[in-house]
């Protein structure tokens, strides 16, 4: 049903609509690099999908259909075979051949110094070999039934560039790919240029230019679209969206989106830097590591009212990492609710009647109203008797710091990349283990043997029914301790020009191939 509802959507999407264009996009999270290994974030690589394909994509609804490789099957308990794709080349014209994605594969696990590692997706992988210019097998050290969800997540590029820089990316030198866009022009945090690859094997886009602009404030990008600067802009501000509503010539288009946006805290660390008494001095044990006051946090927080007052409505209450209706999402797992007295119970229980003071930490230019929903939440931290600071910063600075880690509350966002629960659950709660690659994006330090074996047990477990019965259980431990502590899952919404037409997306990725003049 998958393949035939994507091919159904092709005509619409591919050469043919118009002739020559140039579409602009205001983007309203920052690119920082052009390497497709380098930094695991949803706005890289949306970026680099353009430039560089994967083996297995993920539909709009992240339902995996063929990519660069037409088949892949299970040949045994830890082996895998897959067939690329005949007649598939790069922008210099040389062809696809195994050996290029066995070098992808192992690249994609061991670059060095990534802020967020792809090594996630590629750790349960033993070997990888060709076996043909157009066949793979792939090893794997247990029975890893997501390996075709891992593979939709690391970009392919040609074997010669392997140990190439990232860098020699940024310039170009290196960012060649078979996608349906060729590599133009980058400069980090401000802008991506692409050129149409008329000889893509899908045949060419209809943009003959793509000019992606990093816009990080809502209203400017909303500005930016009604004078006619941009063709399309991602995540238009809230507060403006009924303007644009009534606005001529210009449609919305929405999504529920799999982003949920949730607060980390530092359980790892004792004491934490930014907890102290009312005297400024540090806090030994750490508060945070005790399950009551993250309870208690959580209880202090009204996610109805965030949703409805902050993001105008463009949010849906959060209680685990994955929305409900994906695989793993526990269905008995429900917000917690805004309950401030029982919040200031379990302070006094735990050796906090008067509370102390915690700043929270988080971006300005990255998520819905991030500021403003820290902002908020730091109020209703005021009322439990919690004493809130509150400071932002913008993505970049942000997220250099927090990869140290520096905070000891902080804002987060995560998307479930492989379209099931258990991309959350090893990205950010598995205990750190680089041998593995668990944990790589766990900054709140929280370790925990039941959920570890749980979730474990999970990921060699070929069959789905019993494999989504333990992500549950692993979602509900690591929930139940407030691990960490789930807002909201983030609409996810756009807005273009009438002459266009778009298709979103569940994963929020903003591509020129889900935009076509009508």
């Not at 090893?139 to 990232?166: E, G, K, M, Q, Y």
């Not at 050129?195 to 909303?222: K, L």
């Not at 996610?303 to 685990?320: F, S, T």
């Amino acid at each position: 049903m998958g393949l035939r509802i994507a091919a159904a959507l092709l005509p619409l999407f591919l050469a043919g609509a118009a002739a020559a264009q140039t579409l602009a996009i205001g983007l309203a999270a920052d690119v920082t690099s052009a390497d497709p290994h380098f930094h695991n974030t949803s706005s890289n690589n949306a970026a680099s999908r353009h430039v560089f394909e994967t083996l297995i994509r993920q539909d709009a609804r992240q339902r995996l259909v063929p990519g660069l490789a037409t088949q892949w099957r299970a040949a045994g308990p830890t082996e895998w075979e897959i067939t690329l794709r005949a007649g598939v080349t790069f922008h210099d014209g040389t062809p696809l051949t195994a050996e290029d994605v066995a070098a992808s594969i192992r690249r994609a696990g061991s670059l060095q110094g990534s802020p967020s590692s792809f090594a996630l997706y590629t750790r349960a992988i033993a070997a990888v070999e060709a076996t043909g210019p157009l066949a793979l097998r792939i090893t794997t050290r247990h029975p890893h039934p997501l390996l075709p969800n891992d593979l939709s997540l690391v970009p392919v590029i040609a074997a010669r560039h392997a140990s190439a820089a990232s860098e020699a990316f940024d310039r170009g030198i290196a960012a060649i790919g078979t996608g349906p866009y060729r590599f133009a022009a980058f400069s980090a945090g401000q802008r991506l240029v692409l050129e149409r690859n008329p000889a893509h094997w899908e045949g060419p886009q209809p943009w003959a230019r793509v000019e992606q602009r990093v816009m990080r404030n809502g209203a400017a990008r909303v500005a930016a679209l009604l004078a006619g600067d941009v063709d399309a802009i991602e995540a238009p501000a809230p507060e403006l969206l009924d303007r644009l509503a009534g606005q001529g010539g210009i449609v919305l288009s929405r999504s529920a989106s799999n982003k949920v946006v949730f607060l980390f805290p530092d359980v790892g660390r004792d004491p934490t830097p930014f907890v102290t008494d009312a005297q400024g001095r540090p806090i030994r044990p750490n508060p945070l590591r005790d399950p009551r006051v993250r309870e208690a946090i959580s209880l202090a927080i009204d996610r109805a009212a965030i949703v409805e007052r902050v993001l105008n409505g463009e949010g849906v209450p959060a209680a685990q990492v994955v929305p409900e209706g994906f695989f793993g999402a526990d269905p008995a797992l429900r917000p917690d609710p805004h309950d401030p007295a029982r919040a200031r119970r379990l302070l006094a229980e735990a050796g906090f009647p008067d509370g102390f003071v915690l700043t929270l930490h988080g971006p300005n230019d990255r998520f819905l109203r991030d500021a403003a929903v820290l902002q908020a939440i730091g109020a209703m931290l005021e009322r439990v008797g919690i004493r809130a600071r509150v400071e932002t910063l913008p993505w970049a600075a942000y997220a250099a710091r927090s990869q140290r880690p520096e905070f000891s509350l902080m804002l987060v966002g995560w998307g479930a990349g492989t379209g099931e629960a258990s991309s959350p659950l090893r990205g950010l709660l598995a205990t750190r283990d680089a041998a593995t690659g668990l944990g790589a994006s766990n900054r709140g330090g929280w370790s925990d043997a039941r959920f570890d074996a749980l979730l474990a047990e999970a990921l060699r477990t070929a069959a789905d029914a019993p494999r989504e019965a333990l992500l549950r259980l692993a979602s509900a431990r690591a929930m139940g301790e407030r691990a960490l502590i789930p807002l909201h899952f983030e609409a996810a919404t756009w807005a273009h020009r009438s002459g266009i037409a778009h298709r979103p997306r569940l994963d929020q990725y903003t591509q020129a191939m889900d935009f076509a003049p009508r």
